[in-house]
C-alpha cells in the first residue's frame, strides 16, 4: 500500500498535491484509480459551483484495495451520492436525494481523481469481464443519461430532439436511439455529426426543425438559450427535460409552460445497473467520444482540453 | 333581437361601445348575456399581454338567442378556444392547443363583456337548472382549477400546497380539498383565511412551513416570487404546478428543477363538465368569493375593482 498518494485537488486554483494514503472508515471501501473521465461538471466545480473545495472526479473505474474481502481485488465502478439511509428520503428509496448527502467529488466528499480514494461499499457496482475499462468508465455518465427513461415514458413513435450534443448529450442520444423513438439530434459542428452517423443517429441543424413539434426535447445545453430553444422546438403538452446545470439564475418564458401546458422535467443521476447493463450487452458504444488521455500529474492540462469547446470525453490514468 | 348593443372594448384603452348587434357565422350561436366574471387575464390584457384588441370578457353564463332550434332558449356557459378541428392537435383531441384557435375574449375572438356575443355551438354546455347563474359564472375558472387534476395525479396522502391565494387559487384550493390530499394554502390577509375557514381549508403563513416537504406546489402566483417559493416548498422529485401567466419572462433558478429532478407542469383550460357536475353536487362553493356586482356600463370601474389588491371575484350584469 502506498503512503504517499497523488490528488487533483481544487481550493480556488487546481494543484496535483501529493497527501498520505486516505484510511477507510466504518463501510467504506479503498480504491485504486484505474481511468478516470472528466465531465462538465468538474469544469464547472472549478468555476465556483456549490462552492467545492477537495479532490475532484466522481467517474472512474477502479480496483478495491481494501474493504470486505469479496469485494477486494474487484474491478468496480460507483454511485457518487453518499446517503445516511434514514432521513426521510432515503426511507422513501429515493437515496439520490438524501438530505443529509455528500457527493463524490462534487460535495464534501473526496473525489476520484486520485491514486486511492474512499466510498462506501454499498455504492460499489462490479464491472462485468467483458466491459473493458475504457467503457466502464462512462458509467456515471450513462446512468445519468438513463434517468430519462426513469423520469419519462419515451414511447417508441414520439419526436424526440436531443440539444446540447456534448459529453452527456451524446450519450443521452445513444440511450434514447434504443427506445425507437423518431430521434434527431441538433448539431453545430461536423465532428457532432460524424460520430452521430457512427451510431446511426440523425444530426440535424436547428434551421430545419420545424417549431412546435417535438413530443420531448431533452436540453443538455444548460444555457439559457438551449431552454429557450426546448420551448421553441416542444410542442404543446410536449415535454422538456433539463439534463444540466445552469450557471446560475436563467430568464426563461415560463408563461409558455403554463399556457402550452408542458412539462418541464429535471433529471440528475441514474441507474448503474441499467447502464452496466447496456455496455455489458454492446447496446451503446462510447468509446469514439474518448479524444485523450494524461496522467492524474497532468490533470490541469487534462482539464484545460476537456474545457475547450466541442470536446467529448478527456480520461485520467494514475 | 336588440339593434345595437354594449361592448367592453379594450383597444389601447377601455371603452363601453354601443355597437351594432353581432351576426352568428356558420356553425355560432348568438348568446345574451345573463353574468359575466372577471379574471386576472383580463387585466393582463389591458397591461398589454398578448396585444390583445377588441371586446374584452372570456367568464359567463347566458342565454341562447340564435341558434340550432334545440339550444336556444337554453342558459349556457361556454368553452373559451375556438378551434380549426383540422390540425395535428385538434386530430389528437388536444382542441384546447389548436395551432389555428383564437380564444374568446383573449385572442382575435370578441368577447363576453357584451350585451350579445357569438361562440360556436360546439363550445356551449348546458348548465344544469339546480346551478344558479352566480355559481354557473364560475365554471370557466373552475375548469381551469379541475385541470391541475388533468396535469396530475394527486395522491390522497401527498402533501399539497397552495400559493398565491387569489381568484383562481381560492378555486384551485377547493377542488384540492376533494382528493383528500394534506392540503394546506399560503396566505397573507385575513380574507384568505376567513374564505378558507369557511370551506374547512387550512390557511397558512410562509413562514409556518418547513421547506423541502410538500409532494405538490400549485403556484397560482404568476410571479417570479411565487415560483422561487415553489422551488423552495417543494421536496425533491415533487411536481410544481404552474396555474398562471407571468408578466414577460421570468428569472428562476432552473439548477434547481435539474438537481432536485422537480416535475414543472404548465396547465390552462380545463373540462368543463367536470366543473359543472361538482357545481350541481354542491362539491364546491365559490359563492362567498362574489366581491361585488356591476352594469356593463360601469366596466371601468368594476375592472378598477377587481385589479385591486386581494380581491376576488367581481362580476359584470348587462
Known amino acids: 500500500m502506498q503512503r504517499e498518494v497523488r490528488a487533483v485537488v ?27 473521465g472528466i465531465c462538465n461538471t468538474d469544469l464547472e466545480l472549478m468555476r465556483g459551483y456549490q462552492g467545492f473545495s477537495g479532490t475532484l472526479g466522481h467517474e472512474f473505474v477502479g480496483t478495491v484495495l481494501e474493504g470486505p474481502p469479496d469485494w477486494v481485488g474487484r474491478r468496480v465502478v460507483g454511485e457518487i451520492n453518499v446517503t445516511c ?69 419515451i414511447e417508441p413513435q414520439a419526436r424526440v430532439v436531443v440539444i446540447g450534443a456534448g459529453k452527456l448529450g ?87 409552460i403554463a399556457v402550452n401546458e408542458l412539462r418541464v422535467i429535471g433529471s440528475r443521476c441514474g441507474p448503474f445497473g441499467a447502464a452496466l447493463r447496456l455496455l455489458e450487452a454492446g447496446l451503446v458504444d462510447p468509446a469514439p467520444m474518448i479524444e485523450a488521455r494524461y496522467s492524474l500529474d497532468d490533470a490541469g492540462r487534462a482539464l484545460e482540453h476537456a474545457a475547450g469547446p466541442g470536446v467529448f470525453k478527456v480520461l485520467l490514468v494514475p
Not at 10 to 29: K, N, S, Y
Not at 93 to 110: A, P, W
Open 170 to 256: 451524446m450519450l443521452v442520444a445513444q440511450v434514447m436511439r434504443l427506445t425507437a423513438a423518431d430521434l434527431v439530434v441538433v448539431v453545430r459542428r461536423e465532428r457532432q455529426r460524424e460520430l452521430l452517423a457512427g451510431w446511426g443517429i440523425s444530426a440535424v441543424a436547428l434551421e430545419d426543425l420545424e417549431p412546435g413539434h417535438a413530443d420531448v426535447v431533452i436540453d443538455c445545453t444548460g444555457s439559457e438559450p438551449g431552454f429557450s430553444t426546448a420551448l421553441d422546438l416542444v410542442r404543446s403538452r410536449g415535454t422538456i427535460v433539463l439534463k444540466s446545470t445552469y450557471h446560475g439564475l436563467a430568464t426563461a418564458d415560463m408563461t409558455r
Open 85 to 153: 439511509g434514514e432521513c426521510d428520503m432515503c426511507r422513501r428509496g429515493m437515496r439520490t436525494h438524501c438530505r443529509n448527502r455528500s457527493v463524490l467529488g462534487i460535495q464534501s466528499y473526496d473525489g476520484a481523481f486520485a491514486d486511492v480514494f474512499r466510498l462506501p461499499v454499498d455504492n460499489l457496482w462490479a464491472v462485468p469481464d467483458n466491459v473493458p475499462d475504457e467503457l466502464a468508465v462512462f458509467t456515471e455518465p450513462l446512468a445519468a443519461a438513463c434517468q430519462v427513461l426513469e423520469a419519462v415514458h
Open 10 to 36: 481544487f481550493e480556488d486554483r487546481l494543484a496535483v498535491m501529493r497527501r498520505p494514503a486516505p484510511q477507510a472508515r466504518p463501510g467504506e471501501a479503498l480504491i485504486a484509480l484505474r481511468l478516470a
